[in-house]
């Protein structure tokens, strides 16, 4: 085995320590007291993103409960190499900032419209005009507001009060705004910088606040603890309490060998399903990469680091990384099969992830595989003969076929009757779906 596969959970978990996030922390604290300016959350707002206007209405209450700088920079074409199939993304974000609208009480009517690209080019090359003016949230607002027919004012009305940049002057600001992102070490528009690190929308809102909660930041208004209700849902402790849905619908869960935010959901899911007796098809498909679809070492890198936030928000051990990627896959999804005609496909997953994303097992090597079989009840002497079975292939296209048939490309995803929904962060929005049937549901 070469050596830098047997370094790779070892130096895994070192790029994604909290202690060394921490020490990082530490040293920008101490530049910040020494230069206030640093002292800044920048906005990377992109006017025709749905979670960029709704992580923009939650900006008023965060300046007011946080002493922070807020400074905007304006975002529009994203790189094509880290957004993958912009168009089904376009698509399902329209739905999902609905969802997100409701449950933060924010504007974003049922019947809104994504705004077409060249009001987008307009619209910041009006803020790019306006950048450097005193209460430029205000204008930002309204602005995008306007943009998307949120407003009483049209956007019609607004270009004609503010006025536009030249369209060389608006592509030059615009090719040093994405510079400006991509060099800070980002891909994506919705995103909060502080410090050396990102945070996207609504989603994570709740972890820089709680990177915020310290003497001479959180101003003595701020509740923390509404922002741990607000911005960071997280299910409710499992009881025999809840109340029951009247019915409940079978469940396809999609998910990735390779993907941390799998790992993040598959407990979860599963042990929401056993507590309201949901049927749960498990559906494993293929890496993206080995589907075309590219991942930068950008997004390789902000994903990672982000997961292992997550994890710990929910307690679950995270860090110890072993790509699967290669023969690693074809084996775990050949072993899937085996699992599933045991009847314990949802332990085989479970200890799988938790091999692969929090303990460095390498499932090329069969003395892991091994460990990872027998934790999830089943035999490896059976196991093994399983290893050479090509079956697992056709499964894969199957599941991806199903995936892209309800609009989606990534994972996890969720199908719920006709709810979809793709995250681990949507997982209140299930348990939501599902409660819908209970005489006390929402």
Same mark, same amino acid.
């Given at each position: 085995?070469?050596?830098?596969?047997m370094?790779?959970?070892?130096?895994?978990?070192f790029?994604?320590?909290?202690?060394?996030r921490?020490?990082?922390?530490?040293w920008f604290e101490?530049?910040?007291?020494?230069?206030?300016?640093?002292?800044?959350?920048?906005?990377?707002?992109?006017?025709?993103?749905?979670?960029?206007?709704?992580?923009?209405?939650?900006?008023?209450?965060?300046?007011?409960?946080?002493?922070?700088?807020?400074?905007?920079?304006?975002?529009?074409?994203?790189?094509?190499?880290d957004?993958?199939?912009p168009?089904?993304?376009? @698509? #399902? !974000?329209?739905? =999902?900032?609905?969802?997100?609208?409701?449950?933060?009480?924010? $504007?974003?009517?049922?019947?809104? /419209?994504?705004?077409?690209?060249?009001?987008?080019?307009?619209?910041?090359?009006?803020?790019?005009?306006?950048?450097n003016?005193?209460?430029?949230?205000?204008?930002v607002?309204?602005?995008?507001s306007?943009?998307?027919?949120?407003?009483?004012?049209?956007?019609?009305?607004?270009?004609?009060?503010?006025?536009?940049?030249?369209?060389?002057e608006?592509?030059?600001?615009l @090719? #040093? !705004?994405?510079? =400006?992102?991509?060099?800070?070490?980002?891909?994506?528009?919705? $995103?909060?910088?502080?410090g050396? /690190?990102?945070y996207?929308?609504?989603?994570?809102?709740?972890?820089?606040?709680?990177?915020?909660?310290?003497?001479?930041?959180l101003?003595a208004?701020?509740?923390?603890?509404?922002?741990q209700?607000?911005?960071?849902?997280?299910?409710?402790?499992?009881?025999?309490?809840?109340?029951r849905?009247?019915?409940?619908?079978?469940l396809?869960f999609?998910?990735?060998?390779r993907?941390?935010?799998?790992?993040?959901?598959?407990?979860?899911?599963?042990?929401?399903?056993e507590?309201?007796?949901?049927?749960?098809?498990v559906?494993?498909?293929?890496p993206?990469?080995?589907?075309g679809?590219?991942?930068?070492?950008?997004?390789?890198?902000?994903i990672?680091?982000?997961?292992?936030?997550?994890?710990?928000?929910?307690?679950?051990?995270?860090?110890?990384?072993?790509?699967?990627?290669?023969?690693?896959?074809h084996?775990?999804?050949?072993?899937?099969?085996?699992?599933?005609?045991k009847?314990r496909?949802?332990?085989?997953?479970?200890?799988?992830?938790s091999?692969?994303?929090?303990?460095?097992?390498?499932v090329?090597?069969?003395?892991?595989?091994?460990?990872?079989?027998?934790?999830?009840?089943?035999?490896?002497?059976?196991?093994?003969?399983?290893?050479?079975?090509?079956?697992w292939r056709?499964?894969?296209?199957?599941?991806?076929?199903?995936?892209?048939?309800?609009?989606?490309?990534?994972?996890?995803?969720?199908k719920?009757?006709?709810?979809?929904?793709?995250?681990?962060?949507?997982?209140?929005?299930?348990?939501?779906?599902?409660?819908?049937?209970?005489?006390?549901?929402?």
């Open positions: 085995m070469p050596l830098s596969r370094l790779m959970p070892l130096a895994a978990q790029i994604t320590s909290p202690k060394l921490k020490f990082k922390r530490g101490i530049k910040r007291r020494l230069v206030p300016s640093l002292n800044t959350v920048i906005f990377y707002h992109r006017v025709n993103d749905p979670y960029s206007y709704l992580l923009l209405q939650a900006m008023p209450r965060f300046l007011e409960d946080f002493k922070v700088n807020l400074q905007f920079r304006f975002v529009l074409d994203l790189p094509e190499s957004i993958s199939q168009a089904l993304l376009e @698509q #399902y !974000a329209l739905e =999902d900032a609905k969802r997100l609208a409701a449950l933060h009480d924010l $504007m974003f009517p049922a019947d809104v /419209e994504q705004p077409s690209y060249d009001d987008a080019v307009h619209a910041t090359s009006i803020l790019f005009k306006h950048q003016r005193s209460q430029l949230l205000h204008l607002t309204e602005v995008t306007a943009l998307w027919g949120c407003s009483t004012t049209t956007f019609e009305s607004c270009m004609k009060r503010y006025g536009t940049l030249s369209d060389r608006t592509q030059a600001q @090719q #040093y !705004a994405s510079a =400006d992102l991509a060099s800070r070490g980002h891909y994506n528009s919705a $995103m909060l910088y502080y050396g /690190e990102w996207w929308g609504l989603d994570r809102l709740g972890h820089l606040a709680d990177r915020l909660h310290k003497h001479g930041i101003r208004s701020g509740d923390i603890a509404d922002y209700r607000q911005y960071r849902h997280v299910l409710q402790s499992y009881n025999t309490l809840r109340p849905p009247r019915q409940v619908k079978p396809d999609f998910f990735s060998f993907s941390p935010y799998s790992y993040l959901a598959a407990d979860r899911v599963f042990k929401l399903a507590l309201y007796k949901i049927p749960v098809n559906k494993p498909i293929m993206m990469v080995t589907r679809i590219p991942l930068s070492k950008t997004k390789r890198g902000y990672v680091r982000d997961a292992r936030r997550e994890a710990e928000k929910y307690n679950i051990p995270f860090g110890k990384i072993c790509d699967p990627l290669g023969d690693g896959i084996r775990c999804m050949a072993l899937f099969l085996y699992a599933q005609s009847g496909e949802k332990e085989f997953v479970v200890s799988t992830l091999g692969i994303w929090a303990e460095g097992l390498d090329n090597r069969a003395s892991h595989l091994k460990i990872i079989l027998e934790r999830a009840g089943l035999n490896w002497q059976d196991g093994q003969s399983w290893l050479g079975n090509e079956d056709e499964l894969a296209q199957h599941n991806a076929d199903d995936l892209a048939e309800i609009g989606l490309w990534g994972v996890p995803a969720f719920y009757g006709n709810l979809v929904l793709w995250g681990q962060d949507r997982l209140w929005a299930l348990e939501k779906a599902v409660l819908a049937g209970s005489p006390n549901g929402t």
